[in-house]
């Protein structure tokens, strides 16, 4: 079998992320695969967070503590970051700063031209996919292999993640097996048992045969210059020791200062993530292979990736959007992305933060800055959030911003100018609302609104409307005063 | 006790029953009920659209109608945590309106909170003898922090018969202009929280907030679901008055 390196622009990635919104929303509700998987996945997950959060006890202590982290971390990034290289350096690592997307794919070309790589093997990497990773390296002609189940499941459908953690969310078991069944010309039952070792046996010969094994990086540690990866198949310790050289892509913030930092991060990251006490795999790599190391990779490469993270730096409602510990708890309880799932937001981040994340790192709120609309804000993502980030505050301030970019419509604005006139004043708002009662009639039949013209339209799509009566509460208020004074009258009269 | 009623906009153009059900039980308990005329809305459609200017000088008019009150009650928690969650910040650079937002947000309750926190009931002597399941509000929730009480006080109900809501805190999909903005979201969300209410073969369901229940009971009935849809307090006042 041989695997192509995984484009997805055909299926997933969209130029259009906020103006083919809609439109890949319609898709996305159409498609009854897509939101069973979504939705039996993500109840699974997030029972099994509720779990542990339970077991583990003093959850909100816990969630006090990494958000303290995460925070003071972020807040001396600059101080973390030279120490977290000079730590990766003096254990004979090299490390990379590359301010946008690229200059990382350049610094990856340049140490895949030294080693004259034909093959990479790939551990899950977000940050990879940030960059289009696979695309670049398809054009360079190096094969790239991801090596993560889910990964390996979307490299053959040729699609992106739609989920942090489980980026094949959306594909059912039927959806894999045939898959499998047309790369492989062998015919494979829908199993997850023989599914997975099949591509367990697949994937092996490539960690041995690769020339550069590629990985993420879920925490480093500033005090030794440590990567710490988790998984939950062990391909990200197999990738990361097999080939010859280690490449790790990781997002400038992804820092914690010491060890005993790195267990309350661990611990909210695995209970938050799938309900599990720690990941399957946990690896912990200290540089490259010591002389006294039987195995591990005779480089390390690091490179550390901006792309738009320092511009929240020192922004007193964005920083925090930096603390994310990519659990994805957010996208499992939120009721938006669990109908649509992930590819609806047309970026490789979704769900909530996914929302917040995309227009902050593409510094773009034309376009990507139309995510913020994709939620009621309802705030399921900050209650579940094991950093307590704000992510339905941060959606309205998001909002916000386009308004006063001036991004949003000319119709939109003059109604909220109108809003605040109207209900400004409770004169205005009176009139106002009198002749709503008498507006609203040639739409009413039966004490409803059954249909409407736009914006109506969009609620009486799905529900009726109720007619409002002739009299507001204001109205009735003078009678409803006398009825309580007469009982009251009549309750004294009774002592 | 002095208790100012914030109708809030919804209920006052389209669920006037709901105001007469909260101002008849507060009165009952010995609240001297007012109902500041000044009153209109708190700003929140404009505020979640994005439009903070616009829903600052609405939130003003708020401020104004209640500067005197010694407590505000209101029947939606969405519109108390407007207030308290969002009125600091938006009066963030003027500390005169910052002051009296915060004092704001210091006399105000949403309905069973008040009940609960600060009358010190949860048993209304009420009878209600139907089957009743409950939808928590988001805002109500997890901006303010209410949970226990709207349950406190119908498991004091008599004859009641509750059933639970499968998946109770998942969001309805009103979310205020998200229900028209992004419709089909709003649709899925919706439907999907009718049939979880369906399921439970209640004839009554019950919420602390009426832009919630317009949205699900929009939903039942284009559907021609035969649920009845009310507030706790019109539940509760009903319940106290047939006994
Ligand atoms: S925002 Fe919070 S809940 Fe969402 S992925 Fe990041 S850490 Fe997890």
Redesign the pocket.
Known sequence: MSVQAGHGQDTNMDERIGSGLKQRTKQALQDEFLRKAVAFTTDKLKNGRLQAMDAFGDWEAWRDRGRAIREHTNSHLDYYLSQFADNVAGNGGHVYFCSGADDAVKTFMGIADRHKAKLVAKGKSMVSEEIHLNHHLEDRGIEAIETDLGEYILQLARETPSH?IIPAIHKNKQQIADLFTDASGQHFEPETKVLAEYARKKLRNYFLEADIGLTGCNFGVAESGSITLVSNEGNGRMVSTLPKVHVVVMGMERLVPTFEDLEVVLNLLAR?ATGQKLTTYTSILTGARHPEDLDGPEELHVIILDNGRSAQLGDPIFQEVLN???????LNVCPVYRHVGGHTYGSVYSG??GAVLTPLLQQDMKEAGTLSYASSLCGA?YE????K?P?HDMLVHLRHRKVKMKLTSLPERAAFKTFQTVFGSVTLYKLATKSGYYLQKPLVRGGMIKAGPAPLSGWTQSRFMPMMPKQSFRDKWAALQAELAAKKAAREEQR | MRVSLFITCLSDLLYSEVGESVVRILSDYGCDVDFPEAQTCCGQPAFNSGYQDEAREVARNLIRAFEHSDYVVSPSGSCTGMVHHYYPYLFENEPEWKAKAEALVGKMYEFSQFLVQVLGVTDLGASFPHKVTYHPSCHAMRLLGVKEEPMKLLSCVDSIDFVELPKKEDCCGFGGTFSVKMADMSEAMVCEKAVNVCSTGAEVLVGTDMGCLMNIGGRLNKEGQPVRVMHLAQLLEEGRTSR
């Open positions: 942090l938050s994310c510990i990519r659990c994805a708890a957010c909530p933060i993502c579940a959030c094991p950093v980030i992510l």
